[in-house]
Each structure stands twice: as structure tokens, then as C-alpha cells.
């Protein structure tokens, strides 16, 4: 589908997760370059899209949407779902073992992208706490209580 091999990879993870990407062309006011959310799925246009880790933190938004919401036209996150959808994105990218970079890349997240990454490799939290309200993930402590790995382990990856 993708000529790009990390493109085709993420959407591949993606695509195994459940969530929808197909391919297609968008117009050139998508909130992230070549990527969209539409009706709960992913669309792509390659030839526009700037960051191929984009496609693992707009996938993190659907991931953590209720699943009555999850299938409508245009998702409206959160303040607590855009976290939610970070600390997603974070482990995604441990679980395929890619340099947070791929991801947190300079051009995005306000300026913030460098602080995120230094905030998650060092044990912090952001969103972690929604993701274990979700059933997704959990932190540190309850994690020994039940005998599992914790965040960035995930239990599952849809809400």
C-alpha cells in the first residue's frame, strides 16, 4: 500500500490493532500533513505526509476514544484523550522498539517534543493515569499487585 517501508510498518501495526488506514489524498489543511482521522479510521497520503510517527499518535487518539465515538466523521479529543493519546503513541513506539524521535519529532507538539521524550524516558506519566482508567495500561505499583509488566506494557490498545 505504502511505498515507504516505516510508513507501511506503522500502518501495518495499526491496521492489526483494528483501526481502518487506507490510503488517499488529503487536502493540504489536515491538522498533521498527510495524515486524517475520518469515521474512525486512518487515512494516509503519502505523498504529503511529513512524519511517519504521525501515524501512530493520530492512531492513539482513536485507540483511546469511547468505541461508540471512536467511528465518527471528526474526533474532538479531550484535553485528558490528547495525554491519553501521548502516552499511547509512547508505547507504541516501545513496542515496535523505534527512536522516540519517529514520533516526538521537533516539528510537532508545540515545541514540547524534546520535554515529552525526556519526560517519558525518565518514568514520567503524562496520560499514563487515563490509560489505566481505560483498562489500557497500568502504573508501576498496581502493575506488581496483579503480576504484570507496566506502562509502557500494554494490557490492550483499544478503549
Do not use: C, N
Given at each position: 500500500?505504502f511505498a515507504d517501508?516505516?510508513t ?7 491496521i492489526?490493532l483494528?483501526i481502518?488506514?487506507?490510503a488517499?489524498?488529503?487536502?493540504d489543511d ?9 469515521f474512525?479510521?486512518?487515512?494516509i ?13 493520530e492512531?492513539g ?6 468505541p461508540?465515538?471512536?467511528k465518527?466523521?471528526r474526533l474532538?479529543p479531550?484535553?485528558?484523550?490528547e495525554?491519553?493519546a501521548?502516552a499511547?503513541?509512547?508505547?507504541a513506539l516501545?513496542?515496535?522498539?523505534l527512536?522516540?524521535?519517529v514520533?516526538f ?9 524534546g ?6 524516558t525518565?518514568?514520567g506519566?503524562?496520560g499514563?493515569p ?8 497500568l ?7 496483579r ?6 506494557h ?6
Amino acid at each position: 500500500m505504502f511505498a515507504d517501508p516505516l510508513t507501511q510498518r506503522l500502518a501495518d501495526f495499526v491496521i492489526g490493532l483494528g483501526i481502518d488506514v487506507t490510503a488517499g489524498e488529503l487536502p493540504d489543511d489536515t491538522f498533521l500533513p498527510g495524515v486524517d482521522i475520518r469515521f474512525g479510521g486512518l487515512v494516509i497520503d503519502e505523498r504529503r505526509l511529513a512524519h511517519p510517527g504521525d501515524i501512530l499518535h493520530e492512531a492513539g487518539h482513536i485507540a483511546v476514544t469511547e468505541p461508540e465515538g471512536r467511528k465518527a466523521e471528526r474526533l474532538e479529543p479531550t484535553d485528558g484523550e490528547e495525554m491519553a493519546a501521548l502516552a499511547w503513541s509512547w508505547a507504541a513506539l516501545t513496542h515496535l522498539e523505534l527512536d522516540p524521535g519517529v514520533v516526538f519529532h521537533p516539528e510537532g507538539y508545540k515545541g514540547d517534543a524534546g520535554w515529552l521524550v525526556e519526560t517519558f524516558t525518565s518514568g514520567g506519566a503524562i496520560g499514563v493515569p487515563l490509560l489505566q482508567y481505560y483498562g489500557l495500561a497500568l502504573e508501576p505499583r498496581q502493575a506488581a499487585e496483579r503480576g504484570v509488566a507496566p506502562f509502557p506494557h500494554m494490557l490492550r490498545w483499544l478503549r
